[in-house]
């Protein structure tokens, strides 16, 4: 039976795991946003996600991940799952992502990585939780710590108009205005940076920097 030190050593020398060789220097921080995008607003926030953070992240589109992008996740510090939300949960082919990574749950590779989630749907409601749930119950069963958006928003503080305007804390939550000028809001826009900043701060806490 393979020891839990063994598997460990086994995964470093396959460069799922990677060790800092730089003692005493601060480790620059990784965080991935793999996304299914099917009309691309998902993959408008992905960016909007990755351009608050800054260096650090790293978008992926699911439908074409290389192996270099396995590698990015699997040494990822955290990782922002996207997908739409269609007929009442995570787009299906956002699901199939999910069902590829059975092996790495199977030896906790992803375990202890910091998590999140966003999703998009046309109606202010349209079932978006449940996708969320989707995500956020996957990343419980990799062992992830789960970091929601904090964001309050009007009618609670007037000062706020439109930030987090589905009120969502689970993940975020991006409503499309579709016939409208502007698909997306520039509100939903500039919550989507906010909680990039959010993962971004509490991936820096979770790793001591």
């Not at 799922?16 to 996304?35: D, E, N, R, T």
């Not at 826009?189 to 959010?198: D, M, N, P, V, Y």
Request: net charge negative; aromatic share 8%; hydrophobic share 45%.
């Amino acid at each position: 039976m393979t020891t839990a030190n063994a598997l460990w050593e086994e995964m470093i020398s396959l460069g799922v795991i990677a060790v800092s060789q730089q003692s005493g220097s601060m480790k620059k921080l990784s965080i991935c946003i793999p996304y299914f995008s099917g009309f691309g607003h998902t993959k408008r926030i992905a960016n909007a996600i990755a351009k608050a953070i800054g260096d650090e992240a790293r978008p992926l589109d699911v439908d074409s991940l290389s192996d270099a992008d396995w590698q990015a996740l699997d040494q990822a510090d955290a990782i922002i799952f996207g997908a739409p939300t269609y007929m009442g949960s995570a787009a299906a082919r956002f699901s199939l992502f999910l069902e590829q990574i059975d092996t790495r749950w199977e030896h906790s590779v992803w375990k202890d990585k910091i998590a999140a989630g966003f999703t998009t749907a046309i109606h202010p409601s349209g079932d978006k939780l449940a996708a969320l749930q989707r995500l956020s119950i996957f990343a419980a069963q990799m062992g992830m710590i789960w970091v929601g958006p904090t964001d309050i928003g009007a009618p609670v503080k007037p000062d706020h108009p439109g930030l987090n305007r589905d009120g969502s804390w689970l993940g975020l939550m991006v409503t499309e205005q579709l016939g409208a000028d502007e698909d997306l809001l520039p509100e939903d826009l500039e919550t989507a940076r906010r909680f990039g900043l959010r993962v971004l701060a509490a991936t820096k806490r979770w790793n001591g920097q």
